[in-house]
């Protein structure tokens, strides 16, 4: 791997620069990628920063679409009528919540997550079904316990998947037997919070969108150095970068997780039982085909971050992996489909060919700026000069990021400002330990490497966040 990574593009660049060559394409490359994530990180940033100043929590998305006229907007008669004034006392309907497991991975943790369903969520008047859809390839004692769980609480529906080797799998054997107007996918680790059904149908009764994906929070921050990272982490992408871009593009995606659908929207689009990310390709799929989806960071679950180093290399492997998959097949489609005007098509592509080309041409500074020191050529001073100066800038707009994030981070959270401090000392190094993930995933791509590594569960303590809301409840 070292050798694919360091030392060839190191042996090229020095080759190059040795006969007398630049590598000026190379480094407008990094220049232009370092100017769009400057942008994309300050706007989204920028735009979550206002609307916290705006009176109205249901703030309108899609302000790109507004600030500019020369843009079509997409379905204009739809945004001139479905305005709305979305409350979330608006009256459920039978809703279905499916919990997706492999169970040998999750025995420990499957039945405080039911219970917490069970005992802790606000079910709707009109009634509910929770449905466990598992594979296990062995009987486990938990399934006996399960029964008896189901035994007491009729809302509670056991779906055993036989021969099912995905989370894919038992999502699309549960929408088959799914019986609500919404369903609500989620993994075995989430507890969400009690009003999460209410304020979901919220954004989806009216008919303008077809999926809202909610906020993300770590409940084991406190478990280790690592966790605490990832949980800061979180709150930057679902606190403040899903948001804005929801607010920005009237866009967002579907997480794999805390989000809610339209049941007969779901079953039509299904889940590819083969994809490595089936939650970001039923988004583009979806897409494609016309489907509206809306990022509320008010929607709130928690979830167990990966507590080693192992683990989350294997589930951000699978994840960049799986981004790189999905862009492959859909990219071209992105870019001709009727169903996105420009500002959605823009930040998509963005999205997706950042998610190709982003890690392999970040990593390219290592051996870029090795081979310019090692190599007998003069050392390119104007482009050092101006990479350190975006380097800096980015560095203080995700430092900004962070802060805003942390301000907005949801009331009795166990992470604090101090965690924020230590994210942003170590971001440096777990960028570019990110980056490396990220190479490896790109080098396992094109190998055609297609290894699913199911991420470890373990039990966490308690924490005041969840305490807050079922004292609240």
């Keep these: 791997m070292s050798i694919w990574l360091?030392?060839?593009?190191?042996?090229?660049?020095?080759?190059?620069?040795n006969q007398g060559y630049s590598l000026e394409l190379l480094q407008g490359a990094l220049l232009a990628i370092s100017l769009i994530g400057l942008v994309v990180i300050n706007a989204e940033t920028a735009v979550v920063v206002y609307s916290c100043f705006r009176p109205n929590p249901w703030i309108n998305r899609g302000m790109l679409q507004r600030l500019s006229s020369t843009l079509r907007p997409w379905r204009s008669t739809e945004r001139a009528v479905l305005t709305p004034e979305l409350s979330p006392q608006v009256a459920l309907p039978f809703v279905s919540v499916i919990v997706a497991a492999y169970l040998p991975n999750e025995q420990y943790i499957i039945e405080d997550t039911l219970r917490h369903w069970l005992f802790q969520v606000t079910p709707p008047t009109q009634g509910w079904e929770i449905i466990l859809a598992y594979n296990t390839p062995t009987s486990l004692p938990v399934e006996r316990r399960l029964q008896a769980l189901a035994g007491r609480h009729p809302a509670l529906v056991l779906l055993p998947v036989p021969h099912s080797h995905s989370k894919a799998e038992n999502l699309n054997a549960a929408l088959q037997v799914a019986q609500g107007d919404m369903t609500g996918i989620f993994d075995a680790d989430h507890h969400p919070a009690p009003d999460c059904l209410s304020r979901a149908w919220a954004w989806l009764y009216q008919g303008r969108y077809d999926m809202v994906q909610g906020r993300n929070i770590i409940r084991n921050a406190r478990d280790s150095w690592l966790t605490q990272l990832i949980a800061v982490e979180f709150e930057c992408i679902y606190g403040v970068g899903h948001y804005g871009r929801s607010?920005?593009?009237?866009?967002?995606?579907?997480?794999?997780?805390?989000?809610?659908?339209?049941t007969s929207v779901l079953r039509r689009l299904g889940f590819h039982p083969t994809r490595l990310t089936e939650d970001i390709d039923v988004t583009v799929r979806g897409l494609l085909k016309g489907c509206r989806l809306v990022h509320d960071p008010a929607i709130v679950t928690t979830e167990l971050a990966p507590d080693n180093l192992q683990s989350l290399w294997l589930q951000r492997q699978r994840?960049?992996?799986?981004?790189?998959?999905?862009?492959?097949?859909?990219?071209?489609?992105?870019?001709?489909?009727?169903?996105?005007?420009?500002?959605?098509?823009?930040?998509?592509v963005l999205m997706l060919l950042f998610s190709q080309f982003f890690y392999p041409l970040v990593w390219q500074v290592v051996p870029m700026l090795l081979s310019i020191h090692l190599s007998s050529s003069n050392r390119d001073l104007n482009?050092?000069?101006?990479?350190?100066?975006?380097?800096?800038?980015?560095?203080?707009?995700?430092?900004?990021?962070?802060?805003?994030?942390?301000?907005?981070?949801?009331?009795?959270?166990?992470?604090?400002?101090?965690?924020?401090?230590?994210?942003?000392?170590?971001?440096?190094?777990?960028?570019?330990f990110k980056a490396l993930i990220?190479?490896?995933?790109?080098?396992?791509?094109?190998?055609?490497?297609?290894?699913?590594h199911v991420t470890a569960r373990t039990k966490s303590k308690p924490n005041r966040w969840m305490v807050a809301q079922r004292s609240a409840k």
Excluded at 247 to 262: K, M, V
Excluded at 438 to 452: D, E, F, P, Q, T
Aim: aromatic residues 14%; positive net charge.
């Design 6 to 17: 360091l030392w060839l593009p190191l042996g090229i660049y020095l080759a190059v620069l």
């Design 247 to 262: 607010l920005l593009a009237d866009t967002a995606l579907f997480g794999g997780s805390n989000g809610y659908w339209r």
């Design 319 to 348: 994840w960049g992996q799986g981004w790189l998959e999905v862009a492959g097949l859909h990219l071209g489609q992105v870019l001709r489909s009727p169903h996105l005007d420009v500002v959605q098509k823009t930040c998509w």
């Design 383 to 432: 482009f050092e000069t101006l990479n350190l100066v975006l380097m800096g800038l980015l560095t203080l707009s995700a430092l900004l990021q962070v802060a805003v994030a942390m301000m907005l981070r949801p009331e009795g959270s166990i992470y604090t400002r101090r965690h924020g401090v230590l994210y942003c000392f170590l971001s440096p190094i777990y960028f570019w």
């Design 438 to 452: 990220g190479m490896v995933a790109v080098v396992n791509h094109l190998s055609g490497s297609r290894v699913w």
